[in-house]
């Protein structure tokens, strides 16, 4: 019983956004704030990047990092870990895979961040998700609230803009509803979480990506991109399985790559075929990771450019 709502400890852990809001409907008038924001469209300098099934922290303190931030959040839920006193923070892209092994890393990498800070709570914000035919995103909510609660740290629910809360009846394709925010920064020094758009997602991208739909054994897990120690981004090494049929995805049209390889082909962004035909490429080109992308086996390093504000890739 470690999930705290509203100031008091959750004799049980709500598992949809309708129970929490029948107990607890101050959340609606939370969520309304971040949906009236207005969205900020950010530029890759100073910003950390967390793709999906990645996750990255930081603190205020850090020269590297001014904001930290995912989006392309349709059925995905993006869960931000903050702790008031220290402000380190921790940000993860969920679609399902690994959850509770993310949720427990995101609360040790945050109170590792925030030691020697006596004062503060633990706050979790989530935001993403929308209410489709499939319930991906009510699945999703239900599994990342209960991974956080059987933790046994307390960490105090600020946010829950999901599920029915971030849906726009009638914005998807064929009059579906859609997902209202499908992307947050935050603001490590200040705080501040808001709507937000990324059109720089940082290094890398398709190998990053292509972990997430090919399957193997690193695939599923939530991978941590940034090494605090250093102040760099961290990319793998993983390997993945070689997808079979990669050449007759590629010869597909942008109509069957949509309805096929995403869970929810009405609402994604324009760019999303484009991002999915450059991953494929990518895939067909270094179908074994292991040997053509990591063959010493050690990661990719970026540090920041002092210049541009950008990543750029070092030896390390």
Known sequence: MVVVLNGV???????????????????????????????????PQGLLYVAQRELAAAVPHDKNVSIIGSDDATSCIIVVVRHSGSGAVALAHLDGSGTAE??????????HLAA??????????????????????D??????????HRLSEEIDLTLACCCELNTALGGGAGGAGAPLVTGVGVDVRAGDLFPAAFP?????LPLRAARTIT??????????IYDNGVGMLRIGPFNYDPLRGVDLWLEQSDDFILQHLSTTPNVE????????????KFIQQHPFPAVTVFPDNRPHYYRRDEQTGCWVPMRF
């Open 200 to 204: 720089d997602k940082g290094p890398e």
């Open 139 to 148: 699945e999703l909510f239900a599994n990342i609230m209960l991974s956080f």
């Open 102 to 111: 993310a949720a427990a890393a995101m609360v040790a990498r945050t109170l």
């Open 215 to 224: 399957g193997g054994p690193n695939s599923a897990q939530v991978l941590d």
């Open 269 to 280: 962004p324009p760019h999303f075929v484009h991002h999915i035909r450059v991953t494929l």
């Open 9 to 43: 400890l959750a004799d049980e852990c709500p598992t949809s956004v309708r129970a929490l809001l029948a107990a607890h409907p101050g959340y609606r008038d939370v969520a309304a704030q971040l949906l009236g924001a207005a969205p900020r469209v950010v530029g």
């Open 116 to 137: 020697g800070y006596p004062e503060g709570r633990l706050e979790l914000q989530l935001v993403g998700g929308f209410t489709d035919p499939h319930r991906y995103s």
